[in-house]
């Protein structure tokens, strides 16, 4: 049986349908995955976006560790991470709109 939720936004403030999500690669030398900071609706993206980059930034590794920076990915249902999209020219267009 199938549950089927809506993903929401994860600005507390929100509560809209979740469009994006938020992650990085990350490794500790055998397996790896995506590391999620945040789910986003099209108005809270730049907000959380620029959150997520912050908390990465401040994160501790081991040694053989790797993280990469926050990446923004077409949220689909029933997609498993390795086949999300992910939307480098939203990325950089929000990277440029910060600086």
Do not use: H
């Amino acid at each position: 049986m199938e549950l089927n939720f809506p993903v929401l936004c994860t600005n507390p403030e929100c509560g809209q349908p979740a469009i994006y999500k938020i992650a990085s690669r990350w490794s500790d030398g055998v397996t790896g995955e995506l590391k999620t900071y945040a789910l986003s609706c099209d108005n809270c993206l730049k907000k959380l976006f620029a959150q997520s980059q912050a908390k990465q930034a401040a994160c501790r590794l081991a040694p053989a560790e790797t993280l990469d920076p926050p990446g923004i990915y077409r949220l689909v249902r029933g997609q498993l991470d390795s086949q999300l999209e992910r939307l480098t020219d939203l990325e950089q267009i929000l990277r440029t709109r910060k600086q």
